[in-house]
DNA sequence: GGCATGTAAGTTGTGCACAATTGAATTGTG
DNA sequence: CACAATTCAATTGTGCACAACTTACATGCC
């Protein structure tokens, strides 16, 4: 019980893996409209709410501007968003859909469709999935600045 | 149902930010050693059976020789596992853990039990959350290379 | 032996992640 | 008003991931 963990045991190990194989899944999908799974779920978010400020995508995505701001600038070239300084604040850089990637919303929302029903579970077994998985985030991120 | 999925309803997003979750808890750990999380799966993967080959590592932690070469390198220039070339078939390069690689064994399973119980999760909760997400890359695996 | 086929490790190029820093704009406080 | 502190987005630097390619070596079949 107090030997060394094995690789194949860790519920952390399954947890990067698991993420990687399903980013995977998605990848050939995605790749034909030229998007990488995070700029998808920059789209999803702007699907929802369109015009949030950089901050905002960070904040739903759990990323900081660092790897936002490159990933908007390559949507941008894409032409599936556009970025603009705000009137009221000049610090705020708002995100915009253009046509395209307003378009895009009825594909992406088949192919999200795709990759549920691949992994062989029922609905409630992902919704069920789904809230463990959110419950470890909330609880490993309240003990996130903890020495040891 | 058919409307456009919310991204905090996704499981595939749920899992993304989980397990960039628990590896930003490894980090500042790691981090101590000089270590980062792919590095120390390796490490544990040497732990467990010293003297892997190159694409044996690849194999167990699901990464190509494009990432864990250069995560190799890296790991020798820390001093804690070494290459030897294979005398017997010169194409394999096994991967050796040094003195001081083997002696992070002790520290390694100290922070693995401390991610652990950050989870605030029980043993059983744990192993049950690990057997799902695996069942869950079983299934996305073998539907991997399948059109739509 | 000679050569096609296959395999192992490494390299190159792109795109995340994230820490640390920068610079511009805003806000709070005296 | 002045100016320190804060906020926001972007930049820089390091280290994964992964596709595509390269090079060296091994093996199978004639």
């Known amino acids: 019980m107090d ?3 094995r690789l194949r045991e860790q519920a952390c190990f399954a947890l990067y893996t698991a993420s990687r ?7 050939p999908m995605l790749d034909s409209l030229g998007l990488t799974y995070p700029q998808f779920l920059v789209l999803m978010s702007l699907w929802e ?3 949030r400020t950089v901050s905002g995508l960070g904040d739903e995505l759990q990323l900081d ?3 936002v701001s490159p990933l908007l600038k390559r949507l941008e070239a894409g032409g ?3 970025r603009r300084r705000d009137a009221g604040d000049e ?3 708002t995100v915009h859909l253009t046509e395209a990637g307003a378009a895009l919303e009825r594909r992406g929302c ?3 469709q795709v990759v549920g029903s691949a992994s062989g579970m029922s609905y409630d077994e992902l919704i069920a999935l789904r809230d463990k998985l959110n419950e470890f985030t909330t609880a490993i991120r309240t003990r996130e600045h903890t020495t040891e």
Chains 1, 2 share one sequence.
């Open 65 to 67: 501007s660092g790897t």
């Open 110 to 112: 088949e192919i999200t």
């Open 91 to 93: 610090r705020r850089v």
């Open 49 to 51: 709410h369109d015009g």
């Open 21 to 27: 194989a399903v980013i995977g899944l998605y990848r």
């Open 3 to 5: 030997a060394t963990p």
């Open 80 to 82: 599936y968003v556009e």
